[in-house]
């Protein structure tokens, strides 16, 4: 995979959430899946958009592409993708690899 090896966790205060930002090779056509478990964070590329449970990417001139979630209860910072597990169309991150920075 040629893109960054991590992403960044924001608190969103507005919406009682989170901002979730990476850079890949995913565009602003691409519907993702997300699921938070207690120790990891799987961000899954899917064909349908079931309203309330996927979301819309938006990409930032950066080329970072973000999106909000409200699931979960995340520590902000930023998160080692782990390469090994993840392909073309899903992410693994494991909340144990934090980067530091």
Same mark, same amino acid.
């Given at each position: ?10 608190? =969103? ?15 602003? %056509? ?18 349908? @958009?079931?309203?309330g449970e996927t979301h819309k990417?938006?990409?930032? =001139? ?12 995340? %520590?902000?910072? *930023?998160?080692?993708? @782990?390469? #090994? %597990? *993840? ?8 909340? #144990?690899?934090?980067? %530091?920075?």
């Amino acid at each position: 995979m040629d893109y960054k090896n991590y992403i960044r966790i924001h608190n =969103n205060q507005l919406r009682k959430g989170y901002f979730i930002n990476f850079k890949s090779h995913l565009s602003n %056509e691409d519907v993702i899946a997300v699921k938070i478990t207690k120790d990891k964070i799987i961000i899954s590329r899917v064909d349908i @958009d079931r309203k309330g449970e996927t979301h819309k990417l938006s990409r930032k =001139n950066s080329g970072w592409s973000i999106f909000n979630t409200r699931g979960g209860e995340l %520590e902000v910072g *930023s998160y080692y993708i @782990d390469n #090994e %597990e *993840s392909d073309e169309d899903n992410m693994v991150i494991y909340l #144990e690899d934090i980067k %530091e920075i």
